[in-house]
T-cell receptor
Framework: QKEVEQNSGPLSVPEGAIASLNCTYSDRGSQSFFWYRQYSGKSPELIMS????GDKEDGRFTAQLNKASQYVSLLIRDSQPSDSATYLC????????????????FGQGTILTVHP | KAGVTQTPRYLIKTRGQQVTLSCSPISGHRSVSWYQQTPGQGLQFLFE???????NKGNFPGRFSGRQFSNSRSEMNVSTLELGDSALYLC????????????????FGPGTRLTVL
C-alpha cells in the first residue's frame, strides 16, 4: 500500500462545476496535510494546508480532513480553465518525539482538466 | 519577499560526471528540503537541512549528498551520474523547525532540470 494515494485521474469537469480531489494516507501519526498545484513544466505551488479535522475554506478552495478515516480532500468550486493542472496531496508525519521534520510524502497527483 | 531560487535551471551532463545544484531559501527560512521528481516515481524526498545539519534523509543512494551553509543556502551534489538521475530537482524552504506539531509550510523553488546523457 502506498503511503499517500490520490484518486485516479485524469479528472475532467466543465467550467463552473465543482472539482473534487481525494487523498488517503496510511500513517496515523500524520499531522499536517497540504495541497499543491503544479502546472505543466512548473514547480508545485502551495494552495491549501490543513491540520485539524473539518473544513478549511480559502476562496474557491475547500480542504476537508478526517483523521479517523485518514482522508483529506480538496474541493474547487466554480472551476475555471486556469485550474487545469496536476494537484498533489502531501502529508507530513510527526516523529515519536513530537517534532516535525521537513519531509513531505506526496501522492502521485491527479490531473484536472476544466473544459469550457 | 523573494521566493526560493535555484541555480542552474537546466543542466545536461553525461554518465559518470558529478553535478552540484544550489538553492537559496526565502529570507528568514531556515529549513531546506530537497526532492526529486520523475514521471515514474513522482515527487520523492531526498533530504532536509536545518542549521547546517541534515535532519532527515530519504531512500536514495549515497551518491546523493547535500549541505547547508550558515546563511541557510543549500547545495546538493550527485556523483557518478546515471541515466536514471535525469529528473527535476526541487528545493523547498520553510520558516520553522523543531517545534512540537509544527505547521511548517514548504514553498518550492522553480527547480533544476537535470538531463543525463
Amino acid at each position: 500500500q502506498k503511503e499517500v494515494e490520490q484518486n485516479s485521474g485524469p479528472l475532467s469537469v466543465p467550467e463552473g462545476a465543482i472539482a473534487s480531489l481525494n487523498c488517503t494516507y496510511s500513517d496515523r501519526g500524520s499531522q499536517s496535510f497540504f495541497w499543491y498545484r503544479q502546472y505543466s513544466g512548473k514547480s508545485p505551488e502551495l494552495i491549501m494546508s490543513i491540520y485539524s479535522n473539518g473544513d478549511k475554506e480559502d476562496g474557491r478552495f475547500t480542504a476537508q480532513l478526517n483523521k479517523a478515516s485518514q482522508y483529506v480532500s480538496l474541493l474547487i468550486r466554480d472551476s475555471q480553465p486556469s485550474d487545469s493542472a496536476t494537484y498533489l496531496c502531501a502529508v507530513r508525519a510527526t516523529n515519536a518525539g513530537g517534532t516535525s521534520y521537513g519531509k513531505l510524502t506526496f501522492g502521485q497527483g491527479t490531473i484536472l482538466t476544466v473544459h469550457p | 519577499k523573494a521566493g526560493v531560487t535555484q541555480t542552474p535551471r537546466y543542466l545536461i551532463k553525461t554518465r559518470g560526471q558529478q553535478v552540484t545544484l544550489s538553492c537559496s531559501p526565502i529570507s528568514g527560512h531556515r529549513s531546506v528540503s530537497w526532492y526529486q521528481q520523475t514521471p515514474g516515481q513522482g515527487l520523492q524526498f531526498l533530504f532536509e537541512y536545518f542549521s547546517e545539519t541534515q535532519r532527515n534523509k530519504g531512500n536514495f543512494p549515497g551518491r546523493f549528498s547535500g549541505r547547508q551553509f550558515s546563511n541557510s543556502r543549500s547545495e546538493m551534489n550527485v556523483s557518478t551520474l546515471e541515466l536514471g538521475d535525469s529528473a527535476l530537482y526541487l528545493c523547498a524552504s520553510s520558516i520553522l523547525a523543531g517545534v512540537l506539531i509544527s505547521y511548517n509550510e514548504q514553498f518550492f523553488g522553480p527547480g533544476t532540470r537535470l538531463t543525463v546523457l
